[in-house]
């Protein structure tokens, strides 16, 4: 009994040592209750900072997404602009070229270079930028008198001066009218006008770009870019003007003081001149009968520049060929002589002034009156004498002959006397006017 209740006594002892082994000491429960009291302590004096700086967080972008949205509406993003005003931008688009002029109705604008239009991004000092992200762009169409500044003007001008199209008319501006603008540029599609300039007061049109509202994600103010005002005439205008150069087989009225059915269309038409070719031919033929058949009405200084223009026009390659009884001669296409075979000898306009001019005058004229029965040759090479010092010739030189600038034998001339002291001096003159003068109807 005495070595149970040993035992026993030792199994009940056993728990309350294990109790005491657990029991934490005073001064382990003194240091948790200082720490508990300092995280305490520390929470209390952070949570203002935290709630400080999250609160301002929060609010800032509150009020950012707030002025997003109010962006995306026109009229507070103009009420906005107005306050701030338009030395407020840093960024601005532009048209990289200026436009090529005239410009009609139904063909499709383009710049100066005959390239698509270009819209770019400019900062400070009108330098290329760019953005980060992509911004949509819209081309409209505006008042030729807007900015009265070209310098300063705010999005709520710029919208009042956006010319729509009249009553019942189709837009006034057609084709790719929106573009996204990557890297600071964009190219424009296919844009044309389809209504003239002339209903609106200042009777000219000019370009805009400005961003679509609420592509811009992060609200930068980019202002808008304006073109140079321009008139825009009708597509059927177009077939009236002028062409620079003229092509020989472009009718006479293209030439400029010429108008189409005009009256000195009408005379020339009558006399057998319908084109450039024949109006040249003509006058190297016989110029004082060309001036007679337009007239007194024709000015010297309107005479200058149609002849100017007319000379203007490129010739090509192209020669006729007139075969006669003992001489094969060959012309350009303005009738001026390049090549005589006279009996199996070759000559070339610089020996022309050597032979007898009467001779050659009347051969011409004769090719002249023929002209349509000639021989054409497509491509030949033109064996144009060069001349360098001494008179030595160079031939079978190839070249595009401009008729301003051609040195070919034609019948006219103005001054005899300047002929025959030139012959004298054994000067050859290569004027396109050199030749005798003639009278003949």
């Keep these: ?33 200082v720490m508990v009291n300092f995280f305490e302590n520390f929470c209390s004096a952070l949570e203002p900072m935290l709630r400080k700086v999250v609160s301002e967080e929060v609010e800032n972008g509150l009020k950012r997404r707030r002025m997003s949205s109010k962006l995306r509406s026109p009229s507070m993003r103009m009420i906005h602009h107005q306050l701030v005003g338009p030395s407020s931008h840093t960024l601005q688009l532009s048209f990289a070229k200026s436009l090529s002029l005239p410009i009609f109705t139904g063909t499709k604008i383009v710049d100066a270079d005959f390239n698509p239009l270009q819209i770019i991004l400019v900062g400070a000092g009108k330098l290329p930028t760019s953005l980060p992200y992509p911004i949509k762009v819209e081309i409209v169409v505006l008042d030729g008198d807007f900015p009265n500044n070209n310098d300063e003007w705010t999005t709520e001008k ?16 057609t084709g790719d009218l929106n573009l996204t603008v990557r890297d600071g540029a964009a190219y424009v599609g296919e844009v044309e006008f389809t209504d003239n300039s002339s209903w609106i007061r200042s009777r000219k049109f000019r370009l805009g770009a400005r961003v679509v509202h609420g592509t811009n994600g992060e609200g930068v103010l980019i202002r ?18 002028k062409h620079h150069p003229p092509a020989l087989e472009d009718e006479v009225w293209r030439l400029v003081k010429i108008g189409k059915g005009g009256a000195f269309h009408q005379k020339l038409s009558s006399h057998g001149v319908h084109t450039v070719q024949d109006f040249l031919k003509l006058f190297n033929v016989d110029s004082s009968k060309l001036k007679r058949i337009i007239g007194v009405g024709m000015s010297e200084k309107m005479w200058e520049a149609t002849l100017k223009h007319a000379k203007s026009c490129v010739m090509g390659t192209r020669v006729y060929i ?12 303005i009738c001026q002589l390049i090549k005589a075979d006279l009996s199996g000898q070759i000559f070339y306009e610089h020996d022309f002034k050597r032979m007898q001019t009467a001779y050659i005058e009347s051969l011409v004229k004769d090719a002249y009156a023929k002209w349509n029965s000639l021989e054409v040759s497509d491509g030949l090479v033109y064996h144009t004498p060069l001349l360098t010092q001494g008179d030595k010739v160079v031939e079978g030189h190839s070249q595009q002959i ?18 025959n002291n030139n012959n004298n001096n054994n000067e050859a003159d290569y004027s396109d006017e050199w030749g005798l003068n003639s009278n003949w109807d």
């Design 402 to 419: 401009v008729a301003s600038e051609s040195s070919c034998y034609s019948v006219t001339m103005h001054n005899n006397n300047n002929n």
């Design 322 to 333: 007139c075969h006669g009884h003992d001489y094969t001669l060959t012309f350009n296409p």
């Design 158 to 173: 710029f919208a009042k001066n956006v010319v729509r199209e009249r009553s019942g008319k189709r837009p006034l501006l």
């Design 224 to 241: 808008e870019a304006v073109s140079e005002p321009f008139v825009v005439k009708d597509h059927r205008g177009e077939l009236y003007k």
């Design 1 to 33: 009994m005495a070595a149970k209740r040993f035992f026993d006594d030792d199994h009940e002892d056993q728990p309350n040592h294990k109790r005491i082994k657990s029991r934490p000491s005073f001064a382990s429960v003194i240091r948790e209750v």
